[in-house]
């Protein structure tokens, strides 16, 4: 049975998957500078035999054809990327790179993936289908290496009829994954906010226009975009996690700069709130006599998972781990870059148990700590080659 050979499959390439994710981890490469990994990536490839191409400069496109006729392509997508963060684990993989690591798993991805293109060139005789490897640059870095790749052609020729991707996460214990149908994670956009005012002796209120007090009644006044100019069925976030005023205990300055993010789950009230919180913040300045210059960058749109085919991609992966092993995900309102093929194209993003709490490995991502219980390495590769054998048809 399919299963029983991608089980086995899956155990002979276990140990060429640790040791793969352990190079990866060590030698980590920040956002768009990927040169080595996807150096690495191509060489593995090339001795599998499964031809490559590079896009996107420092990202990669392979294909496996099955040797049975069919028109059906499947694509599966990998992020490289690493994050300026200084790992502080103690672990003989530890990155070589001092301010670089690989905080959110895509080691992980990229060497499962890896491990999935093994499993899937020993069945090519046995397959129906294409199956397009996509290993991806600047997942953590705006544009996002997702939007670039797509620009570039990486949904065409052939053309897939769906992408599956999977994602570490810590809160699931390795040997579980989770699935959710539907709007999964949120859009997320950058907001820089300049207060303008005039300083002066914090004595002499009377003469100064104070910036740090308008910002403070911009700040309040903007929730009100989430608390009451929103739909409540749509989830929204808006937070600000810097504010700078660099006066002093008696010196009231001249400007205040704000940073912050809007998450959102509609990208037409996405629009609306971008309009609503730049008119109303620069109202309130006007309002107190000072000035505000509010910019928006727009980041990734939100994402969503096509409903049939996450609920056979749940399916088959209990199946294959069984029902006990596949578990219900929540609305995420952190942002992935995968978002943008879920709005070009059937998508279905996943979630990766590599949680362990008796071995201490429960750090979330995005920490110097983070870690995974290597046993998921099994599971990743096997279960993605499943997943995507049994979606086209085999």
Known sequence: MLKEKIHHLANIIYHDVVKNRRHLHANPELSFHEYQTVAFVAAKLDELGIPHQKMADTGLVALIKGDKPSDAVVALRADMDALPILETNTVPYKSKIEGVMHACGHDVHTSSLLGTAKILSELKSEFAGTVKFIFQPGEEKLPGGASLMIKEGVLENPKPEAIMGQHVMPLIET???????????????????????????????QQNIDPIVIASHIII??????????????????????????????????????????RTMDEAWRKQAHTQMKKMAEGIAEAMGGTCTFNIIAGYPFLVNEEKLTQQARTYAEEYL??????????????????????????????LGTGNEALGITSAVHTSTFNIDEKALNLSTGLMAYITLRRLGN
Request: glycine letters at 10%; hydrophobic letters at 40%.
């Open 221 to 262: 006044a903007l929730q009100q975009i989430v608390s009451r100019a929103a739909d409540p069925r749509i989830p929204s976030v808006l937070s600000f996690g810097k504010v700078v005023a660099n006066g002093a205990t008696n010196v009231i300055p001249n400007e205040v700069y704000l940073e912050g993010t809007f």
């Open 175 to 205: 040997g579980k994954v989770g699935f959710r149908a539907g709007k999964y994670m949120a859009s997320a956009d950058e907001i820089y906010v300049t207060v303008r005012g005039k300083g002066g002796h914090g004595a002499q209120p």
């Open 322 to 351: 069984g029902k006990e092993n596949v578990v219900d995900l929540d609305i995420w309102m952190a942002a992935e870059d995968f978002a943008y093929y879920s709005q070009v194209t059937d998508a279905c993003f996943y979630r």
